[in-house]
């Protein structure tokens, strides 16, 4: 029910399934799935039907759970059902290709096919015959227009029809030159007024200084301090560490949740399923008010019709909210589904029995298979003595190497060493802008309050070289020097560039990280499907393994410029089944977290 699907498969067998919301029966059939069987669904709602009709009494007087222990004698009708079901099938015979002498083609004659030079075909004169009318007409239309748009009465007296189209034009061409004289003039009195004095001219630049800027920092030419390859640590400088750790009075290396207050919604028209064939209330105060209840009793069964308009201003409210088109037609379709036929609880109604299942569905759906607790996943590493690697992709610009050096920042405080392998070596200043988080990191935890480690470093070897060669030298030399964990800066890129995807599938299969994870913007909705399923298209397709390594995780940036248009976070979730490890906020080091599926979904059902 995560999609709507109504089928699973496992290894070499496929199930399907269809609830029965009102007994709350389940109808599972299972068959090879290597088999085209195209009546499955068929026989699937025919057993459905004859079962729930055959037995309507028995789990009305004992319910469900009170038949558990009962048998059921329904062989012979199921058997009966399958033979019809495999008949039906068969009847449907595939049409045949049609020979050549029932085509159209055949029924032409050589003479109509074969064209004189120029002469045109019939059909086309035709179509240019009426676009040259379109054409026609709209010309009439274009000059009816501007003599409409006539000058004002008041400037213009009336005049008659004849003189008016030629003095008009007179009038337009003797304005047009009056005004560009004007123009003329005043720019050269302008000029004459206020010339710019030669001494105002200043030789050479001087370095801007920003208002809340570093006054201790030297001039920011790093060149000579570090060569292309070179391990070593950048020089360490002093600065104000609130500039870039913000809150001061949180507890190191504990990664919060998001938060989200939701203000009290004032409550909306909600829908009553009014049974019809009880008789209107009369009018009046007590009238009204047994109606009303009688509409709240549950004692009907919810059906599409009843849910259609719901689920419509559902649907509008999750496209307004950034999740992509076709997922929320499938979540209203998985929440009908999962509805459809289910009795209403008494003082219950359309609309907050809807809202109430979708808010279940969607907390489902940001809710991990799997979970990656990556500081667990690291003390397993360092117990085997290796290092723990994650790599980073996604398109440009998203905020890679941003995120990634927050991820060192509480990878440190939480008392690891990180290497950042430098493999973007497309990008101009790329390497200069790790080099420049490694410095301050190294500055925020010097090594005299770590025992004199260093724990942070750059590994670097300049541009144009091969990031999946660079990545593995990294991996190498932290293996060597008892890094902690590796993290691989990779080049943005879009998701339609065949050759950079595969670069990128090479340096996963390659290297073998113990972490793949897409860096994603929170500010998008539709493109947020359509990068995530390319992505992971062509890790697939330009793998070299048998078991291609796909996108394991997910980092969603930006989360503080979007409000509560929170679709994207439910997008990407869905479309891969992987969990958003961590979620981007703000600007400073500290302004990382863990999602809250609560929270996500309170933003996302505000109204």
Not at 250 to 273: N, V
Not at 348 to 357: G, I, L, M, P, R
Request: with cysteine; aromatic share 6%; charged share 30%.
């Amino acid at each position: 029910e995560r999609g709507g699907n109504n089928s699973f498969n496992h290894e070499a067998l496929t199930l399907k399934y269809k609830l029965d919301n009102q007994f709350e029966l389940v109808f599972v059939v299972g068959f090879q799935k290597i088999l085209t069987l195209t009546y499955v669904d068929k026989l699937i709602d025919d057993v459905h039907k004859e079962f729930r009709d055959k037995y309507r009494n028995e789990f009305q007087q004992k319910g469900t759970l009170g038949l558990l222990n009962g048998t059921f004698d329904f062989k012979e009708d199921f058997l009966r059902l399958l033979q019809e079901a495999e008949d039906s099938s068969k009847i449907r015979v595939p049409t045949a290709m049609k020979t050549f002498e029932q085509s159209v083609k055949s029924q032409k004659t050589v003479k109509s096919m074969i064209e004189t030079r120029g002469e045109k075909p019939k059909e086309k004169a035709k179509n240019k015959k009426n676009k040259g009318s379109k054409k026609e007409a709209s010309g009439t239309e274009a000059a009816v227009v501007p003599s409409k748009a006539a000058p004002d009465a008041k400037q213009n007296p009336p005049m008659a029809a004849g003189d008016r189209e030629e003095l008009t034009k007179d009038e337009i061409l003797q304005k047009n030159r009056e005004e560009f004289f004007r123009k003329r003039l005043k720019g050269g009195e302008k000029s004459n007024k206020s010339p710019k004095p030669e001494t105002q001219k200043e030789k050479g630049k001087k370095p801007r200084v920003w208002d809340l800027g570093n006054s201790n920092a030297k001039v920011l030419d790093y060149s000579n301090s570090t060569t292309n390859g070179n391990t070593d640590t950048c020089p360490t400088e002093e600065y104000d560490p609130d500039m870039a750790l913000g809150d001061r009075d949180r507890e190191p290396g504990r990664l919060y949740d998001l938060e989200y207050e939701s203000d009290e919604e004032e409550p909306e028209e909600e829908k009553i399923i009014q049974n019809p064939s009880q008789p209107r209330a009369k009018k009046g105060a007590l009238g009204g008010m047994f109606g009303m209840l009688k509409g709240l009793v549950g004692s009907k069964s919810l059906t599409r019709e009843d849910m259609e308009s719901v689920l419509e201003k559902m649907k509008d409210h999750l496209i307004a909210k950034n999740v992509a088109a076709d997922i929320a037609v499938q979540l209203c379709e998985s929440v009908a589904k999962k509805l459809e036929g289910k009795v209403m609880g008494t003082f219950t109604t359309v609309t907050s029995t809807v809202k109430q299942a979708l808010q279940e569905s969607l907390v489902q759906i940001l809710q991990p298979q799997r979970r990656v607790d990556m500081l667990r996943e690291v003390m397993d590493a360092q117990r085997h003595r290796r290092p723990y690697v994650v790599t980073f992709c996604g398109v440009n610009g998203v905020g890679k190497s941003t995120n990634l050096a927050k991820i060192s920042f509480w990878l440190i405080e939480n008392g690891f060493t990180v290497l950042i392998a430098a493999c973007d070596t497309f990008r101009a200043g790329a390497v200069e802008q790790l080099r420049t988080h490694t410095r301050r990191l190294n500055a925020l935890h010097p090594p005299e309050n770590h025992g004199g480690r260093t724990m942070v470093q750059l590994y670097e070897k300049g541009y144009g070289k091969d990031a999946a060669g660079i990545a593995m030298e990294a991996i190498s030399y932290a293996r060597n020097q008892g890094f902690d964990v590796v993290l691989v800066d990779t080049a943005g890129r879009m998701q339609d560039n065949a050759p950079l995807m595969t670069a990128l599938a090479k340096l996963i299969a390659v290297n073998t990280p113990d972490l793949v994870l897409f860096v994603g913007e929170a500010l998008v909705g539709n493109e947020a499907v359509d990068q995530l399923v390319k992505f992971n298209k062509a890790l697939a397709d330009h793998s070299m393994t048998q078991v291609p390594r796909l996108i394991d995780g997910i980092v969603l940036t930006k989360f503080d410029t979007i409000d509560d248009k929170v679709g994207a976070a439910i997008s990407m979730t869905y479309i891969t089944s992987k969990p958003i490890v961590f979620v981007g906020t703000g600007q400073t080091y500290c302004d990382l977290r863990s999602l809250n599926a609560k929270a996500v979904v309170t933003a996302l059902m505000k109204a």
